[in-house]
């Protein structure tokens, strides 16, 4: 079936403003995860979902990052009033059980001005 | 200590010599180990799960877990251009719920 999809590919925003990127999971897979990844750097953890709840949102950077998921298959990860430093490729990867192979999507690279 | 650790390089090795990846964690009662590959500008991608002890062989990868000392590696052999990279290890840590760590990555160069 189809992989994990994210959109939008790109987003270009100013300082201030809020984006929302969204991650469409492979169907069937519970466990969801989003990733922050800045250039040249590893993989930064920001939270994941087992089904609709989020056991661990720990690695949320600040109260401007939030996320959900509905239906155990759609999340969006919201960043409010962004900021230069949120400027990264933000991945997002879903598996059958949390366990299990991550499977990862191509990401949104978000540039803020 | 960090719960996913990895040599950050970057590692040199010349073309169809055997690059050496290695990996320890924190997390004593983890059961599943992952490498994941990730070239520039793209996704990562895995290569390997490995859940027992021993060796796991696929093609030119070879991945060896040791839960006793709590290290796992990738050995890839005949090291080829294509496979210069960033290779990612991922551990499934168990204490008070199940999570995926990922390490930090090492890159890896294969010289012509």
């Known amino acids: 079936g189809a992989g994990v999809s994210q959109s939008p590919s790109n987003k270009v925003t100013e300082k201030g403003k809020d984006v929302e990127l969204r991650c469409d999971p492979i169907s069937g897979h519970t466990a969801l995860y989003w990733y922050r990844q800045r250039l040249g750097q590893g993989l930064e953890f920001l939270i994941y979902f087992q089904g609709n709840s989020a056991p661990d949102k720990s690695g949320l950077p600040s109260d401007r990052f939030s996320a959900e998921r509905t239906g155990e298959s759609v999340s969006t990860l919201t960043i409010q009033r962004t900021q230069q430093e949120d400027s990264a490729v933000y991945l997002c990867a879903s598996s059958r059980l949390v366990e299990e192979t991550q499977y990862f999507g191509p990401g949104t690279r978000l540039l803020v001005l | ?112």
């Open chain 2, 1 to 112: 200590q960090k719960e996913v650790e990895q040599n950050s390089g970057p590692l040199s090795v010349p073309e169809g010599a055997i690059a050496s990846l290695n990996c320890t964690y924190s997390d004593r009662v983890s059961q599943s180990f992952f490498w994941y590959r990730q070239y520039s500008g793209k996704s990562p991608e895995l290569i390997m799960s490995i859940y027992s002890n021993g060796d796991k062989e696929d093609g030119r990868f070879t991945a060896q877990l040791n839960k006793a000392s709590q290290y796992v590696s990738l050995l890839i052999r005949d090291s080829q251009p294509s496979d210069s990279a960033t290779y990612l290890c991922a551990v499934n840590r168990r204490t008070s719920y199940d999570k995926v760590i990922f390490g930090p990555g090492t890159s890896l160069s294969v010289i012509p």
